[in-house]
Structure formats: structure tokens, C-alpha cells
């Protein structure tokens, strides 16, 4: 692994990922590590009439500083070095799209997240991400 990307949403699972991906950088040298975390779009009309749009991007930028917070300080405690992004829209597309843009070799990710209660066994957007991208995705539980 040289290039990696991993999701994060601020969950156990992501955090887990992270901490995967310390031990990996531990024992086999250093790579590049790229943190994604990606907030839902607001859709809803009603906010998007009281709230100017830089309002709302602040709010996606709050969010995704705290879904990161933990990933990162567990990155620095480590002596790790890694690009944070936010990205706003479909997870599963932008994971794809990102992994894509920075040419990641690896994909590091937690098997469940925040948003994974529409699949028993692994998280919706990972059965998505496993279906639409074509490098290893690793899952840790």
C-alpha cells in the first residue's frame, strides 16, 4: 500500500481504520494516507431559503471537522502525515471519484459506519464502494 484513502464519518468503525492503517505504516514503512469525509447534501428547500449557501458550507465544514477530529489527532499522535478533504454528496460516488483523482492504490475502510443501517452485514456504502471500484478495499471490523 502506497497510496491509500480512508473514508471517514467519525464512527468506531472508521476510527478502527485509521488505527489499521498506523500499525500497516508501523510495520511496513511509510505512505500516503488521504482522509475523505463526506456530508450529505442538504436537499431541503426550507433551509436552503433561510440559509445563504456560505452559511451552509460552514455547517458541511463543521461537521466534517468533527467526523475527522479523532482520525487525525490519532494520525498525529502517531507522527503520521495525511490530507484531510470534504467532499458533499453521494458517499459511494465521491469515495470512488476521490480514490480515483489521487490514484490510490488501497482503500481502508471500516465495514459499517454512521450511515449503515440499511445492510445487515456490511454498511450500504461499503457493499457500494466494493461494487463500483476496481482497487483493494480493505475492511476492517
Not at 72 to 77: C, H, Q, R, T, Y
Not at 78 to 107: F, M, P
Not at 116 to 135: C, D, E, Q, R
Amino acid at each position: 500500500m502506497k497510496n491509500v484513502l480512508i473514508p471517514v464519518d467519525g464512527s468506531g468503525n472508521a476510527l478502527r481504520a485509521v488505527r489499521y492503517m498506523v500499525d500497516h505504516v508501523r510495520e511496513h514503512g511509510p505512505c500516503s494516507i488521504h482522509l475523505l469525509n463526506v456530508q450529505q447534501p442538504i436537499v431541503s428547500g426550507t433551509v436552503k431559503t433561510f440559509f445563504e449557501p456560505e452559511a451552509i458550507q460552514e455547517y458541511y465544514e463543521d461537521e466534517s471537522k468533527m467526523a475527522l477530529s479523532e482520525a487525525e489527532a490519532v494520525l498525529d499522535k502517531a507522527g503520521i502525515l495525511y490530507q484531510s478533504a470534504l467532499r458533499v454528496g453521494n458517499t459511494a460516488d465521491w469515495i470512488k471519484t476521490y480514490a480515483t483523482e489521487q490514484r490510490c492504490d488501497h482503500i481502508v475502510m471500516g465495514s459499517r459506519g454512521l450511515g449503515a443501517a440499511g445492510s445487515l452485514l456490511l454498511g450500504s456504502v461499503t457493499l457500494k464502494v466494493l461494487h463500483a471500484i476496481h482497487i483493494p478495499v480493505v475492511l476492517v471490523n
